[in-house]
């Protein structure tokens, strides 16, 4: 089952600007974690922020949750070519839960 | 840090065989878990476990069995691989539950 939802599918942008990409999601979460993958590689842990969160930074990164409205965003600044990557949010299903149900992702393109 | 290494990176195999995928993690994780992903799909998962010689089904079981008979080693089955199964299998674990997962770099199966 589908959880998560990134939007939009794909983001390109010139080197230097942010980048926003938001993820919306369906039933009540614990937490709310967001990945990135680059090309042909497995996926990259970058953030998690708790639902009694409203805003999490780490570096360049800044994340934010509304549960009221069931949707996070995450804000990349001042993107590099590095940065060039799939980004996934990710949620649990709520208390005891093991699993993790993945959005299909956001496909960022950093022109340098 | 935390590695989990998948065996191949790159796999070929042909219909009907019995098709291997092994995980290793090196860090003592209750956790892992076995995902597809597909272009448009995302990632989906097969199966998990939480403890030794424990699994659960995801979302998407059937074609598919798992073994853990140490901690940090978990493996996927093909009974007998289908062409419906060509995809990139990425395994990943974690330390206790809805925590962060760490990804291997995934195998890209061909089933001709």
């Known amino acids: 089952s589908q959880q998560g939802e990134e939007d939009p599918q794909a983001l390109s942008i010139q080197e230097g600007e942010n980048a926003t990409m938001n993820c919306s999601y369906k039933?009540?979460?614990?937490?709310l974690q967001w990945y990135r993958q680059n090309s042909g590689r497995g996926l990259v842990h970058l953030i998690l922020i708790r639902s009694n969160e409203r805003e999490k930074h780490s570096g360049r990164l800044r994340v934010t949750l509304d549960t009221s409205k069931k949707s996070s965003s995450l804000l990349i600044t001042a993107s590099r070519a590095a940065d060039t990557a799939s980004y996934f949010c990710a949620t649990d299903s709520g208390a005891g839960s093991y699993q993790l149900t993945f959005g299909k992702g956001t496909k960022l393109s950093v022109i340098p | 840090d935390v590695k989990v290494t998948q065996s191949s990176r790159y796999l070929v195999k042909r219909t009907g065989e019995k098709v291997f995928l092994e995980c290793v993690q090196d860090m003592d994780h209750e956790n892992m878990f076995w995902y597809r992903q597909d272009p448009g799909l995302g990632l989906r998962l097969i199966y998990f476990?939480?403890?030794?010689?424990?699994?659960e089904k995801g979302d998407i079981p059937e074609g598919y069995s798992v073994s853990r008979e140490k901690k940090e080693r978990f493996s996927l089955i093909l009974e007998s691989a289908s062409t419906n199964q060509t995809s990139m299998y990425l395994c990943a674990s974690s330390l206790t539950r809805a925590q962060p997962q760490h990804f291997g770099d995934g195998t890209r199966l061909s089933i001709l």
């Open positions: 039933t009540s979460i614990n937490n």
């Open positions: 476990s939480y403890d030794v010689k424990m699994k």
